[in-house]
C-alpha cells in the first residue's frame, strides 16, 4: 500500500508564533503511525526550533516577511516538486 503525500504549512520555525506549528508537529508525529507521509513547510524564516523534531520532514522557504512577496514563486516551486496528495 503506497503512502499519502500531506503537506502542513505553517508560517515560521518559532516557539514565539503560537500553537498552530506545535499541533502541526503533533500531528505530523502521529500520521506516520497511519502511513501518511506528513511533512511541514515554513514559509517565513530558517531552519529553527522543530527542525530538531521533524529532520527531514520539515521544509523551508526562507522567507523574510510578507513584504517579499515575489518570492512567493517558491511556493509554487516547492508544490510542483514535492507533489502532496
Not at 506545535?22 to 511541514?40: G, P, Q, S, W
Not at 524564516?45 to 512567493?72: A, C, M, T
Request: glycine fraction near 4%; charge should be positive.
Amino acid at each position: 500500500m503506497s503512502s499519502i503525500r500531506s503537506l502542513h504549512i505553517c508560517q515560521k520555525d518559532s516557539l514565539d508564533i503560537g500553537g498552530s506549528v506545535r499541533v502541526a508537529t503533533e500531528y505530523l508525529a502521529r500520521l506516520k503511525h497511519y502511513n501518511i507521509d506528513a511533512h511541514c513547510l515554513f514559509l517565513y524564516g530558517q531552519p529553527g526550533y522543530f527542525k530538531e523534531q521533524l529532520k527531514d520532514r520539515s521544509h523551508y522557504l526562507n522567507i523574510r516577511d510578507s513584504k517579499e512577496v515575489w518570492k512567493f514563486i517558491r511556493l509554487s516551486k516547492f508544490l510542483k516538486e514535492f507533489k502532496p496528495d
